[in-house]
């Protein structure tokens, strides 16, 4: 009555294992155990869930409103060059507009991608390198865009 | 004479027709899988004429008991209770003693296969440790401080229900076993221990609610819920998982501000 559909479990290594050497069987990613996850008693988790919900109302407005002025209204990207930029900003009211954008953007994303490692990456080794790149590179481009709004010169040559 | 003969004999005759009409065949499609003899698993078909008002776990019985007797599952109560034979049928963790087969298009081929995210010991029997060792975690029993009673601890039907949904819990592994987070990480508590964690927190006789929170609030604790809904999907007893582990991050965050 019964049919296989592939061929017949290990018709080829059937001498390899018995009843007293029997195969290995596959554990799941990072199995818990007794003595972990080890406790950590911190509210760190709690802050970034909380984070990425608030911020991700304020982005909202920020970006729609960033991307309304600079791809719509007036002409669209048109109109975008340095002497747009420098018009802007000579207000200090856009500069802390694209300076809360930046750090809500960034720190967003990059609480996002930490999750996405912790939830994908299996090897501890993976997550530990991959979580030292983005933070590096996340610290790196905030860092550099906040200097670029507080620095900015209109009269640069 | 032969009238009443012939009669009784066409009416016995068609009364066995009859129940040969009611089954069908059916496929199964299950995943094996024994260490003892190969590494690998693999698929295997079994062919049975079986009445679409039976539940899966009957036709596992048939298959067992007539077929192969090498095919490997656990069952205890067989009613839905214990919890023992949560599998993933059609790519669906259900109880193959709660799912009828009339229910899952017996049309086609119907997969059965192990739980994900815990190791296959043997065909569809899994190693069930790291999630009682999950459970265990998150101290599933009544926690109190003082003198004990004298007489049982009262409780008013509305704090009674305040978490009734979560003490239909069968510890069956269906949601856990269901969450793509426990997939890639055993070391998430899975949604039954945190819905058995509730149960306790919400209890308004318990007294080491705190201490469940702080648990829970850690880096594998419940902010690692994607609010994916599997759990709650899958759940045969029907408890809102899902929802269950929403309420315990609320907990947490009122808890701090």
Same mark, same amino acid.
């Given at each position: 009555?019964?049919?296989?559909?592939?061929?017949?479990?290990?018709?080829?290594?059937?001498?390899?294992?018995?009843?007293?050497?029997?195969?290995?069987?596959?554990?799941?990613?990072?199995?818990?155990?007794?003595?972990?996850?080890?406790?950590?008693?911190?509210? *760190?988790?709690?802050?970034? +869930?909380?984070?990425?919900?608030?911020?991700?109302?304020? &982005?909202?407005? $920020?970006? /729609?409103?960033? @991307?309304?002025?600079?791809?719509?209204?007036?002409?669209?990207?048109?109109?975008?060059?340095?002497? *747009?930029?420098?018009?802007? +900003?000579?207000?200090?009211?856009?500069?802390?507009?694209? &300076?809360?954008? $930046?750090? /809500?953007?960034? @720190?967003?994303?990059a609480?996002?991608?930490?999750?996405?490692?912790?939830?994908?990456?299996?090897?501890?080794?993976?997550?530990? +390198?991959?979580k030292m790149l983005l933070y590096t590179a996340t610290v790196?481009?905030?860092? /550099?865009?906040? @200097?670029?709004?507080?620095?900015?010169?209109?009269?640069?040559? | 004479?032969?009238?009443?003969?012939?009669?009784?004999?066409?009416?016995?005759?068609?009364?066995?027709?009859?129940?040969?009409?009611?089954?069908?065949?059916?496929?199964?499609?299950?995943?094996?899988?024994?260490?003892?003899?190969?590494?690998?698993?693999?698929?295997?078909?079994?062919?049975?004429?079986?009445?679409?008002?039976?539940?899966?776990?009957?036709?596992?019985?048939?298959?067992?008991?007539?077929?192969?007797?090498?095919?490997?599952?656990?069952?205890?109560?067989?009613?839905?209770?214990?919890?023992?034979?949560?599998?993933?049928?059609?790519?669906?963790?259900?109880?193959?003693?709660?799912?009828?087969?009339?229910?899952?298009?017996?049309?086609?081929?119907?997969?059965?296969?192990?739980?994900?995210?815990?190791?296959?010991?043997?065909?569809?029997?899994?190693?069930?440790?790291?999630?009682?060792?999950?459970?265990?975690?998150?101290?599933?029993?009544?926690?109190?401080?003082?003198?004990?009673?004298?007489?049982?601890?009262?409780?008013?039907?509305?704090?009674?229900?305040?978490?009734?949904?979560?003490?239909?819990?069968?510890?069956?592994?269906?949601?856990?076993?269901?969450?793509?987070?426990?997939?890639?990480?055993?070391?998430?508590?899975?949604?039954?221990?945190?819905?058995?964690?509730?149960?306790?927190?919400?209890?308004?006789?318990?007294?080491?609610?705190?201490?469940?929170?702080?648990?829970?609030?850690?880096?594998?604790?419940?902010?690692?819920?994607?609010?994916?809904?599997?759990?709650?999907?899958?759940?045969?007893?029907?408890?809102?998982?899902?929802?269950?582990?929403?309420?315990?991050?609320?907990?947490?965050?009122?808890?701090?501000?």
């Open positions: 009555m019964s049919a296989e559909t592939t061929s017949p479990a290990g018709a080829s290594d059937v001498t390899l294992y018995d009843v007293d050497n029997p195969a290995p069987v596959i554990e799941p990613p990072r199995k818990r155990t007794e003595k972990t996850p080890k406790s950590t008693r911190t509210n *760190f988790e709690l802050y970034g +869930w909380l984070f990425m919900r608030l911020s991700g109302i304020v &982005l909202v407005v $920020l970006v /729609l409103g960033h @991307l309304l002025i600079q791809l719509v209204l007036d002409g669209g990207v048109s109109k975008i060059g340095f002497a *747009f930029v420098a018009g802007r +900003w000579a207000s200090p009211f856009w500069q802390v507009w694209d &300076l809360l954008m $930046l750090w /809500l953007a960034m @720190l967003h994303g609480n996002g991608l930490r999750t996405v490692i912790n939830d994908y990456a299996q090897r501890d080794n993976t997550r530990f +390198w991959l790196f481009t905030v860092l /550099l865009g906040t @200097l670029v709004i507080f620095t900015f010169d209109p009269n640069i040559r | 004479m032969s009238t009443p003969t012939l009669d009784k004999h066409s009416a016995a005759l068609d009364a066995a027709e009859n129940t040969a009409s009611h089954t069908i065949k059916v496929t199964f499609r299950i995943r094996r899988f024994n260490p003892e003899v190969s590494e690998e698993a693999s698929w295997q078909d079994f062919e049975l004429d079986i009445d679409p008002k039976e539940r899966v776990l009957d036709a596992l019985h048939k298959i067992k008991w007539d077929q192969d007797g090498t095919l490997t599952f656990r069952r205890s109560c067989a009613h839905g209770i214990c919890g023992s034979d949560a599998m993933r049928i059609n790519g669906k963790n259900r109880l193959a003693c709660k799912t009828l087969i009339k229910d899952i298009n017996p049309q086609k081929p119907i997969t059965i296969e192990a739980i994900k995210g815990l190791t296959v010991l043997k065909d569809l029997v899994v190693d069930m440790e790291p999630f009682f060792q999950a459970y265990r975690d998150v101290m599933p029993f009544l926690i109190t401080k003082g003198n004990e009673p004298t007489r049982e601890r009262l409780q008013s039907p509305e704090d009674r229900e305040r978490f009734d949904d979560t003490t239909k819990c069968i510890l069956c592994a269906a949601c856990t076993s269901s969450c793509p987070v426990f997939w890639n990480d055993g070391q998430y508590f899975g949604p039954a221990a945190i819905v058995n964690a509730h149960r306790f927190i919400f209890d308004s006789r318990d007294e080491g609610g705190e201490q469940r929170l702080e648990i829970l609030n850690d880096k594998d604790g419940v902010w690692r819920c994607r609010t994916t809904f599997n759990c709650t999907d899958a759940c045969p007893r029907g408890i809102e998982v899902t929802k269950a582990i929403q309420e315990v991050k609320r907990a947490l965050i009122t808890r701090r501000f």
